[in-house]
């Protein structure tokens, strides 16, 4: 399943943009506990930099799978993305986690030799 996600990443146009405020961008997004949300037609995902990193990518992971797979419903959406992420090995993770991460705490984890990879 990390081909797939993988794929939806790089090849799909999509523009991962961290926020911290979710619902500026989506009003649909009312409640402050939103972690991320996809635009489909504008071919973006917002994430909530809010959260941890590690959130931010169960979070990207949940939002790539709504484009995967747009009947599945969000509980079914959020098992999967769980389990995805459990399921990941540290260069996956790094991998992901490059996306959902500021410049800052790029920089920050590569200094301290934090940074999965």
Not at 27 to 49: E, M, Q, R, S, T
Not at 51 to 62: A, E
Not at 66 to 85: A, G, M, R, T, V
């Amino acid at each position: 399943m990390f081909s797939k996600l993988k794929k939806v990443l790089l090849h799909s146009g999509y523009q991962v943009i961290l926020t911290r405020n979710i619902s500026k961008h989506e009003p649909k997004a009312i409640a402050c506990g939103v972690k991320g949300y996809i635009l489909p037609d504008n071919l973006k995902i917002f994430i909530n930099k809010s959260f941890g990193v590690n959130d931010r990518v169960i979070t990207l992971i949940h939002e790539l799978l709504h484009e995967i797979h747009p009947s599945k419903s969000e509980y079914q959406i959020d098992k999967l993305s769980n389990k995805i992420f459990n399921d990941l090995n540290v260069s996956q993770l790094g991998f992901l986690q490059f996306f959902v991460m500021t410049p800052i705490e790029i920089h920050s984890m590569l200094k301290s030799n934090q940074l999965a990879y």
